[in-house]
């Protein structure tokens, strides 16, 4: 019938043409910007308030500060359709790195070569070398810190003021203390176990490199073959499972999120928990009123450890900008604002984290930030786990093997094997772009 | 213009946006990501490799996936088994006239009418080892043996997430086979009664045969529900410990936004689609003869 035939045709060409996307948008006016940003544990007023600050002291500008706890699902598709913000802080879910490799993002050397925001001399300067470090690529600049994470263990002083107890700093103070937290009907450690990367980055690889020195961690990311299955690595996975069989470990954390493992500590009935110096922020709601006082101490050494005692591991969000964002000119000039030191100080003060400014951490800081802070005025090294952005796959089988460990399914021999056995896989594809520690 | 074509094309224009908008936003983006799959795609760029038909053979090799197919099965035929007994029960029960079956009625589509994330949520602090009501009951009854961890331990993991998955899913079939035993006609359960055929029999032979359309029904929906669970396993374990819960939409959404492998992540989808027309074909094919069909 005719009207069929019509009918269908006209559902094929609106079809076809629901298929043609937009692609582009329309030009931004000069001095518009748009920023997309992760609102988690800190927040974005911040950056709402610096906005409104900056718009006042360059009359003619109008900066539009966004963002949600899951932004990096929304930024997607704008990278792809080409409509990207100006400046974008796309948060931990966001899959960093092939934004690097499809030139998404800018290089930013030739920036961090100009003035910064007041003052002379280089913008590059004003960042601690050791978080810039942290956004580079075959020797190119491709992300920017703005506050940064130390990891290391957490205590109550409170409860361990009232025992009389002192946080552990080597293995045998460890193994003392944890039969005393037994013995009192505490759990000595918890940990979140649906997460392996906190066990991972809390006992594994701080035990390896205090075995063996910042070097067997190093190959490890640099894919050095063997390195995943070294004696360190081996060594600390059997320190671990030694603290299994000795049942200082909480029973049930294995299957605790990250809020239930700390609920078990902000509540007493654990005693320490590995974790970021985002940990206050986290449980802010949970923490009892008063009788607690969470505070930051490195992972015990072993005895006679070739590792540096000060190795301290840190972490970035990084910010970029992308290569097609309208504005490039003002974006650079707000992020500048932002990494001002006053800027980075209120930051300190108003969220309780660490900045990779230099001279932020004179700021007026929270009770629970001074020992981080003073641990990495300390740290004669740092590293970060940059494995699990440069190579997801990798980063999935650790923690895969970190919870065969920790559940008895794998032992610690089998546990580094498996280790190498995905360190080999990414090593062999081709179509993985393979990353250098920057030191 | 004829009558005929006059009432088509009346016809087509109340279809038309509905089928627009379907066209629009299922046909073809499930066309784009079957098309993605023969592509390597990092999902932030337009810039896409084509690579044939290389995501099908590392697939094809790819333990992760069987495993994760393995679970998908334990869900379909430990869940799904339960479900449809489980269902089958419950429908009878509530069936009948009388205090207990109506305030049955009123309760068993609460879990289906929570979303899946609260389900989740609800089962997550159900099972916490520490503070879970059902490890504080376990322990209360003396039984603290049995207080495991639940979700972390890898042998009870899945187990415990397809007991979310059946208490969840019940309300739904309980719902479907009461409408179905409402279509039994009430003359041909007295004329049971009256030969004196009652109980388990009258079950076997009277409710079910005439139930069998309805159940075919369920079992597809089962088929679909098991092999697409993902919100569940997502929330509640991530797909650990160890990938112990691993299903292949949970393997899919890693694959697609933490790993940025688009192409592998739209094939894995094209091959949950295939397995799902498979299997759901499949029953249909194998529970179209009612079993006393053939002996009327």
């Known amino acids: ?439 | 213009m004829s009558p005929s074509s006059r009432r088509g094309l009346f016809v087509a224009g109340f279809l038309a946006p509905a089928v627009v908008l379907y066209g629009m936003f299922v046909v073809w983006p499930v066309a784009e990501a079957f098309a993605f799959s023969l592509y390597r795609w990092r999902g932030v760029s337009e810039h896409r490799t084509f690579v044939g038909l290389d995501n099908f053979v590392r697939l094809g090799s790819d333990p992760v996936f069987r495993q994760a197919l393995g679970h998908n099965l334990v869900f379909l035929l430990v869940g799904g088994t339960a479900i449809m007994a489980l269902g089958l029960a419950i429908a009878h029960a509530v069936h009948g006239s009388g205090r207990g079956p109506r305030a049955l009625r009123g309760v068993y589509l609460f879990p289906q009418i929570i979303s899946g994330v609260v389900v989740a949520i609800l089962w997550m602090f159900i099972y916490n080892p520490s503070f879970g009501i059902l490890n504080g009951s376990l322990k209360a009854l003396g039984l603290d043996a049995l207080a495991l961890d639940w979700l972390g331990t890898p042998r009870t993991a899945l187990p415990a997430l397809v007991v979310t998955f059946v208490w969840h899913g019940v309300g739904f079939y309980i719902m479907l086979f009461s409408a179905g035993l409402r279509t039994i006609p009430v003359e041909v359960h007295e004329a049971a009664l009256l030969d004196g055929v009652s109980g388990l029999r009258r079950f076997v032979s009277i409710t079910l045969p005439m139930l069998w359309a309805v159940m075919r029904v369920a079992m597809v929906y089962v088929v679909i529900g098991a092999l697409n669970v993902f919100a569940l396993v997502f929330l509640m374990t991530v797909g650990g410990p160890d990938r112990r819960t691993e299903t292949m939409l949970t393997y899919l959404y890693e694959q697609a936004f933490k790993n940025s492998e688009f192409g592998y992540a739209t094939a894995l989808a094209v091959a949950n689609f295939v397995i799902v027309m498979l299997l759901a074909g499949l029953v249909m094919a194998l529970f179209r003869r009612n079993p006393q069909d053939a002996r009327a």
């Open chain 1, 1 to 439: 019938m005719r009207s069929y035939r019509a009918f269908v045709a006209l559902v094929v060409v609106l079809v076809a043409l629901s298929a043609c996307g937009r692609r582009g948008g329309s030009p931004a006016r000069e001095g518009e910007l748009d920023v997309a940003l992760f609102r988690g544990g800190y927040g974005i007023d911040f950056f709402e308030n610096a906005a409104r600050e900056y718009e006042a002291a360059h009359p003619g500008t109008r900066i539009k500060v966004w963002g949600n706890p899951r932004v990096w699902e929304q930024l997607r598709p704008l990278f792809v359709a080409g409509t990207p913000p100006d400046l974008t802080w796309p948060g931990w879910g966001m899959d960093y790195w092939p934004l690097v490799y499809e030139k998404k993002v800018v290089a930013l050397d030739d920036l961090l070569d100009g003035a910064p925001y007041n003052g002379s001399g280089k913008w590059r300067d004003t960042f601690e070398p050791s978080l810039l470090a942290l956004g580079q690529y075959e020797g190119k600049q491709w992300m920017l810190p703005y506050f940064f994470s130390l990891n290391g263990w957490w205590y109550d002083k409170v409860l361990f003021a009232h025992h009389g107890w002192q946080p552990p700093r080597t293995w045998s103070e460890l193994l003392a203390l944890c039969a005393k937290i037994k013995a009192a009907g505490i759990a000595p450690i918890t940990y979140q176990g649906k997460y392996p990367y906190y066990a991972l980055g809390g006992f594994l690889i701080p035990w390896a490199i205090s075995h063996g020195g910042m070097q067997v961690f190093d190959d490890c990311q640099n894919l050095v073959p063997g390195a995943w299955k070294s004696p360190s690595m081996l060594e600390a996975a059997r320190r671990v499972k030694q603290l299994m069989d000795l049942g200082y470990f909480q029973k049930g954390a294995n299957g605790m999120s990250h809020t239930e493992a700390q609920m078990e500590f902000v509540t007493g009935r654990a005693a320490m928990v590995p974790c970021g110096t985002w940990l206050h922020s986290e449980m802010r709601e949970q923490l009892p009123k008063d009788k607690f006082q969470m505070e930051f101490f490195l992972p015990p050494v072993l005895d006679g450890g070739k590792g540096d005692p000060t190795a301290l591991a840190i972490g970035i969000e990084p910010w970029v900008i992308p290569t097609e964002g309208k504005n490039r000119e003002l974006a650079v000039s707000f992020y500048k604002y932002l990494t001002t030191p006053k800027k980075a100080r209120q930051f300190v003060e108003e969220k309780g984290t660490l900045m990779a400014v230099r001279g932020s951490d004179e700021a007026r800081k929270p009770p629970y930030l001074e020992a981080p802070a003073a641990a990495f005025r300390a740290a004669r090294v740092t590293y970060s786990t940059e494995y699990i952005q440069w190579y997801p796959s990798l980063g999935k089988a650790a923690q895969d093997a970190m919870s065969a460990l920790m559940t008895g399914e794998a032992t610690p021999e089998q546990f580094v094997q498996r280790l190498e056995d995905a360190a080999e896989k990414v090593r062999k594809d081709p179509n993985i772009p393979k990353h250098q520690v920057v030191r």
